[in-house]
């Protein structure tokens, strides 16, 4: 049997192995303190503003943490979240499967002119301007939110499904080829895979847009969600209403980033963390 | 026994002023228990004369036969790069290009792991082995699909000497366990007399110059002085036919 010289029997960590373990643990603990460090700043200059500018226009963190409780007492919380996530579902959902029929469409050269110019008009424009136009032609129908947040995320998706394909390895396509793989195995094992990293940018960037003019359309073209409780709040001077709102909003999307899609993230992408170890 | 025919076989790449010739007129015949080492400059159409035997590119004209007892061969493919799947597993590497995945499949899966030493390893990812490993894990997943004929397309070329010299004796306790047709691409000629038993000289340009037999016992050790010899000869031959100039 041939020499290997790579294989090594497992064995006790070597004094090397301990310290890079140990460094790697300062590490996560040093960026932690920091992150804690981050917040605890965030709240003390927010507390000082507010004591500065005064409670009635700037409220400070205890008043809010007051606030956000009534609010899910009062009932209003929980029914107005539902709503707006509602919108963002299938407004965002629509989108998504757009995007990405469009970004397959567009390895096609002809595709691509014919797309082109839309997806880059949808990317640089003010999601305001499809907020307002859907308002005037359907207004308060959902006809005019799915409008306006189609119109604002679909291109999200679009780019970075396209800037995906064009990037699959054609040493692994060849590979398969040779063995005479199926189209399907293909697609399946080699394609989706590859292109996994790429539809959750897409999905990141594009539920991050679409979160925003959502709320902005139930500023205009609403009478529930986030965003309509919002401008009542604001209109009634109601700010530490308006407050609760934003800072709820905030939470949620930290909790949504931090528990679904970084955990979703992890669990897709194993063997990156794998092979780094 | 499994045969490969080659006749009139041409490829060209680009046109007009741009056009490179890879492949002219080749004509070939290999079959049986052999193990054929193709070697010559680079850009003489080694790789290419590859990727048209198993499938990857089309001839510009001539025609290739591939068979096995009169029917299509079914051939394996070891890659210069080992070509993983980096998010598959070691095993789902080797499952991915089998027809099923029944119990019978993953323990011939299992088995040609084992011969390339990486039993234990089905588990990993490609990511976590070294170069050589990965590389071993491209010539199980080969042989695992059981081919009639394997082309390898200088498998070698990226890794140290060690780790080569190690996997060249382990190809070739494997080929003459399981008495494939191998053709093998290289540029290393010491390492086509160690393994094979008919040496083909193809000149830039893509056409081939010599076919050489190398009548020696095997296992071969290049300290030999045989071996040594058969290799002086081989490179006498490419000096004459000034491959070694261009």
């Known amino acids: 049997m041939a020499t290997t010289l790579e294989q090594q029997a497992p064995g006790p960590r070597s004094a090397e192995e301990e310290r890079l373990l140990a460094l790697r643990k300062k590490e996560i603990r040093d960026r932690w303190i920091w992150r804690l460090a981050g917040y605890v700043f965030f709240l003390l200059a927010w507390a000082l503003v507010s004591r500065i500018v005064g409670d009635n226009l700037i409220p400070g963190p205890l008043r809010i943490a007051r606030t956000i409780p009534e609010l899910i007492e009062s009932g209003r919380f929980f029914s107005s979240f ?12 629509l989108a998504f499967l757009i995007g990405i029929v469009i970004g397959v469409l567009t390895q096609s050269r002809w595709w691509n002119g014919f797309f082109r110019d839309a997806v880059t008009i949808s990317l640089v424009s003010p999601s305001l301007i499809w907020a307002l136009t859907g308002l005037v032609i359907w207004g308060f129908e959902p006809q005019g939110w799915i409008f306006a947040i189609v119109m604002t995320t679909f291109a999200v998706v679009t780019v970075n499904v396209a800037e995906g394909i064009r990037a699959l390895p054609k040493d692994l396509t060849d590979m398969s080829r040779a063995f005479g793989v199926t189209n399907w195995r293909r697609q399946r094992d080699i394609v989706f895979p590859f292109l996994a990293p790429f539809v959750f940018t897409a999905l990141r960037f594009g539920f991050s847009v679409g979160w925003k003019v959502t709320v902005l359309t139930e500023v205009f073209s609403s009478n529930e969600g986030i965003g309509f409780e919002m401008r009542v709040a604001s209109q009634l001077f109601r700010m530490d209403e308006l407050f609760a709102w934003a800072i709820s909003f905030f939470i949620f999307a930290l909790v949504l980033e931090k528990l679904v899609l970084q955990r979703y993230e992890r669990k897709f992408f194993r063997w990156r963390a794998e092979a780094s170890t | 026994m499994a045969e490969i025919k080659v006749e009139g076989l041409s490829k060209e790449f680009g046109v007009g002023e741009d056009r490179v010739v890879a492949l002219e007129n080749v004509n070939l015949d290999v079959g049986g228990h052999v193990f054929v080492s193709i070697v010559g400059p680079s850009g003489c159409g080694k790789s290419t004369l590859l990727n048209i035997l198993s499938g990857i590119e089309t001839p510009s004209s001539g025609k290739v036969t591939i068979t096995q007892d009169n029917h299509d061969a079914e051939p394996g493919y070891v890659f210069q790069a080992a070509r993983l799947l980096p998010w598959r597993s070691v095993m789902d ?35 976590e082995l070294s170069g050589g490993m990965q590389q071993r894990v491209g010539i199980a997943r080969a042989f695992s699909i059981e081919p009639d004929v394997l082309f390898m397309d200088e498998p070698f070329s990226h890794l140290d000497a060690i780790t080569a010299r190690s996997l060249r004796r382990e190809l070739h306790e494997m080929w003459s366990q399981t008495k494939k047709t191998v053709l093998f691409v290289t540029h290393d000629v010491g390492e086509a007399v160690e393994l094979s038993n008919r040496i ?47």
């Open chain 1, 82 to 93: 539902g709503a707006t996530l509602t919108r963002i579902g299938i407004g965002f959902g």
């Open chain 2, 93 to 127: 590497n080797l499952l991915f290009v089998q027809k099923d995945r029944s119990d019978e499949t993953k323990a011939r899966c299992q088995k040609y792991l084992e011969m390339v030493q990486l039993g234990d390893k089905v588990d990993k990812y490609p990511g």
């Open chain 2, 200 to 246: 083909l000289v193809f000149a830039k340009g893509g056409k081939l110059e010599d076919d050489l037999q190398i009548d020696l016992p095997f296992p071969r050790d290049p300290a030999e002085d045989a071996v040594a010899v058969a290799k002086a000869q081989v490179l006498r031959k490419f000096e004459e036919l000034d491959l070694i100039a261009s």
